[in-house]
């Protein structure tokens, strides 16, 4: 069974920093697919940002612009999102999702583990 756990959510002022983590309990974590999708309340869940097994194909939704970076370290079972430049209309839950396969995934329905969330909450 996979367990993915969130953290490094908060509160920030807009144009500030956040970097969150994902960890998972799982063995084979290397082999997983990771994203990271936020929700903010009445919306759907939108992916933010993806990575592959290998960490060398990384997929960001339009809306990032290069302010975001997703990375992973194997070695610590981790994947993280480093957000710069937040904006207010990011405030939202934010979840990591994994999928066990191959090739990057950038649908919610795509992958079968996911995080309880972290809330990020960017202030004007």
């Known amino acids: 069974q996979v367990q993915l756990v969130e953290s490094g959510g908060g509160l920030v002022q807009a144009g500030g920093s956040l970097r969150l983590s994902c960890t998972s309990s799982?063995?084979?974590?290397?082999?997983?697919?990771m994203g990271w999708f936020h929700q903010a309340p009445g919306t759907a869940r939108e992916l933010v940002a993806a990575?592959?097994?290998?960490?060398?194909?990384?997929y960001y939704g339009g809306f990032v612009k290069g302010r975001f970076t997703i990375s992973r370290d194997n070695a610590k079972n981790t994947v993280y999102l480093q957000m710069n430049s937040l904006k207010p209309e990011e405030t939202a839950a934010y979840y990591c999702?994994?999928?066990?396969?191959?090739?990057?995934?950038?649908?919610?329905?795509?992958?079968?583990?996911w995080g309880q969330g972290t809330q990020v909450t960017v202030s004007s």
């Open positions: 799982g063995s084979s974590f290397s082999l997983f697919n």
């Open positions: 999702a994994g999928r066990r396969s191959f090739s990057i995934a950038t649908e919610e329905g795509q992958y079968n583990y």
């Open positions: 990575i592959d097994w290998t960490g060398e194909t990384t």
